[in-house]
């Protein structure tokens, strides 16, 4: 990536930013916790909800409809999402900030994990060791001072899972459908699921919490079209590379936006093992297509 190409460096900026805000939307279920109580379920219906009407505000502005052709491809992105999202929600709710965004944050160990087992012929032993090295990473962050695992965290590994199963979803359908097509499917349906699996957790807000359902919405909206921007401009390792950051985001501010200690010496290590370990994985990802 060169920084002199103005479109280039404003992709940059804007996967880097869609990192920011995906951490800014757990920062406002952290605040959230001293004023309401609201239901992790709630932010995630919220965020669907929001996006969908967005959605549908651009394609109306387009004069444009969707156009689907792999209905299975857009449901399996839609519903894995979806519980990417939730465990995310649940991971900040009963963990800390910063873990949950690391956690969640583990998808590319996961994307090649699946990749080793499944794609015979992808099979990559410098990626392998990356996955251990992530693995130890991961470990640190779990259990920095004893050796004792927290459950809670599942939650923010769960996050993880599933978030790379929607994003191996995404990247077949991408060959398939157009931008807002997905998101059309991928808001639609998340809201679905989250209205008929949740709804008695959702109620009448009052001036407070509409201010936090649509802050949070709002943030992580911000991030999906931020991100889905920017990835027009850099190159898949590049944007993965961008993305990756919100682990050293979260690890830095968390003690000042939401108010948590300082991650310990162990965290550090662990999310900097992960960083690197992510980086090193996007760059293995592009050699087979250099070679062709």
């Known amino acids: 990536m060169s920084l002199t190409d103005p479109r280039m460096l404003g992709g940059a900026l804007a996967v ?19 004023e309401a109580s609201i239901d992790p379920a709630y932010f995630v219906f919220a965020r669907f909800l929001l996006g969908f009407f967005v959605v549908c505000l651009l394609m109306a502005a387009g ?25 995310f929600y649940n991971a900040v709710k009963y963990t800390s900030v910063a873990e949950a965004n690391i956690l969640n944050m583990t998808y590319p160990v996961f994307v090649a994990l699946i ?15 990356m996955v251990a090295v992530a693995f130890a990473g991961i470990w640190l962050i779990l259990a920095p001072e004893t050796i004792a695992f927290k459950t809670a965290n599942l939650w923010g590994l769960g ?5 790379s199963l929607a994003m191996i979803y995404l990247n077949v359908s991408r060959r398939y459908h157009d931008t807002n097509t997905v998101l059309f499917f991928m808001f639609g349906i ?9 709804h008695d957790r959702f109620f009448l807000p009052d001036a407070t919490e509409i201010y936090y359902l649509l802050m949070c919405a709002a943030a992580g909206i911000a991030g999906q079209f931020l991100l889905t921007l920017g990835f027009r401009y850099v190159t898949a390792v590049e944007g993965s590379i961008i993305s990756s950051t919100r682990i050293l985001l979260a690890a830095l501010l968390g003690p000042f936006l939401a108010g948590e200690p300082f991650l310990g010496a162990a965290g550090w290590v662990g999310a900097v093992l992960l960083f690197c370990a992510n980086v090193l994985l996007s760059l ?3 050699q087979p297509e250099q070679g062709r």
């Open 115 to 129: 990749s080793w087992v499944v794609l015979r012929h992808q099979r990559d032993p410098v990626a392998a060791a």
């Open 159 to 163: 996050s993880g899972v599933s978030a």
């Open 190 to 198: 998340g809201s679905a699921i989250m209205f008929l699996g949740f």
């Open 63 to 87: 004069r444009s409809l969707p156009r689907p052709r792999r209905y299975h491809l857009l449901i399996g992105r839609a519903v894995t999402n979806c519980v990417a999202v939730y465990c």
């Open 16 to 34: 880097f930013a869609s990192a920011f805000f995906f951490y800014f939307s757990t920062v406002v279920i952290r605040w959230s916790q001293s």
């Open 284 to 286: 293995r990802r592009v």
